[in-house]
């Protein structure tokens, strides 16, 4: 089946790493992403990573990717308050179908 | 490039009414697809539209309907609205490669009162 599943709130104080968890259902998923949304606004794609890959690094975002376990991490160094949003991850498990989103975690960065 | 438009941004309909939401993708890309946000369900899957013909198709009654014209732009139409459908719909496009990423649009806001 196919479900992707996040925990709703994370808290940091700003300054501090951020530390998003995912974990989603289908091991034939090819690409997972990290998408943002901020208050009235669409989805941003902040980055994504093939499911040949362990890690990538893209300035402050490092996003590590356990096969095995089926989870999906995004680290936000030196957190910010313009960080503050819903932090979506999603899987592309086939090409051509549609991707499949978690609910999204909250992060609320207090300076 | 121009990012991907909704229109409008916001709506208020009655319930019993019909509503239509326009998309316009990014110039070069032929998929669309539709999603419904709402707080308890997150992101939902309604349709994808890739030049012209619907590629694949979400959980979602019939009353829920999308088109997309020949130059790529589409819309969606949610007939006899109920008040459950009161939700931000987003629209994305892609192009054809491989890695599959959508791009989104701020959404069209409908509140069905």
């Known amino acids: 089946g196919e479900d992707v599943e996040q925990s709703l709130f994370l808290s940091v104080r700003e300054g501090d790493s951020s530390v998003i968890n995912c974990t989603y259902t289908?091991?034939?998923?090819?690409?997972l992403y990290w998408y943002k949304q901020e208050p009235g606004a669409g989805l941003q794609l902040l980055t994504y990573i093939f499911s040949n890959m362990d890690m990538k690094q893209d300035q402050r975002l490092t996003v590590l990717l356990n096969k095995k376990d089926k989870h999906l991490s995004l680290r936000i160094a030196d957190t910010q308050t313009g960080d503050s949003a819903i932090y979506f991850c999603a899987e592309n498990h086939q090409a051509g179908t549609a991707l499949i989103f978690g609910k999204g975690t909250t992060l609320s960065v207090s300076s | 490039k121009a990012g991907v438009t909704q229109t409008p941004r916001y709506l208020i309909k009655t319930r019993g009414q019909q509503v239509t939401l326009s998309c316009s993708p990014i110039?070069?890309?032929?998929?669309v697809s539709w999603y419904q946000q709402t707080p308890g369900q997150g992101l939902q899957f309604l349709f994808e539209y890739f030049s012209e013909t619907q590629r694949n198709k979400g959980n979602f009654p019939g009353r829920f309907s999308g088109r997309q014209f020949s130059n790529s732009r589409s819309e969606m139409n949610v007939s006899t609205l109920e008040l459950g459908d009161s939700a931000l719909y987003l629209c994305a496009s892609k192009d054809g490669s491989v890695t599959g990423e959508l791009f989104f649009g701020e959404g069209s806001r409908l509140t069905v009162l």
């Open positions: 110039s070069g890309h032929r998929s």
């Open positions: 289908d091991s034939s998923s090819t690409y």
